[in-house]
């Protein structure tokens, strides 16, 4: 079983900057893509940032421009850089992991979410 434990968020105001970050612990064969996303009340969870193990990254238009995701693969660890922060992004913000186990069986596993609140 593998846990993916999220620290970072909290109140900020509009144009300041928070790092997410989301460490992972249990045993695994491997973690290959790290992943951001978020939700809003009524909103469907959309992808914020991607990064692949090989450290390739990809981000919804969004946030392009602002975020930054990064991760250390020593302490199996992804983070989310969020600069210049808008009211629009407030959310819980959602680590995902896709692991491959022991057996060689993919999954997926989420952390419990972090709230980020943007005041305007």
């Known amino acids: 079983q593998v846990q993916l434990v999220e620290s970072g968020g909290g109140l900020v105001q509009a144009g300041g900057s928070l790092r997410l970050s989301c460490a992972a612990s249990?045993?695994?064969?491997?973690?290959?893509?790290m992943g951001w996303y978020r939700q809003s009340p009524g909103k469907q969870r959309e992808l914020v940032a991607v990064t692949t193990s090989g450290g390739s990254a990809n981000y919804a238009d969004s946030v392009k421009g602002r975020f930054t995701i990064s991760r250390d693969n020593a302490k199996s660890t992804v983070y989310l850089q969020m600069n210049s922060l808008k009211p629009e992004d407030t959310a819980v913000y959602y680590c995902?992991?896709?692991?491959?186990?022991?057996?060689?069986?993919?999954?997926?596993?989420w952390g419990q979410g972090t709230q980020v609140t943007v005041s305007s």
């Open positions: 995902n992991a896709k692991i491959t186990g022991l057996r060689l069986i993919p999954s997926d596993s």
């Open positions: 249990g045993v695994m064969y491997r973690i290959d893509d």
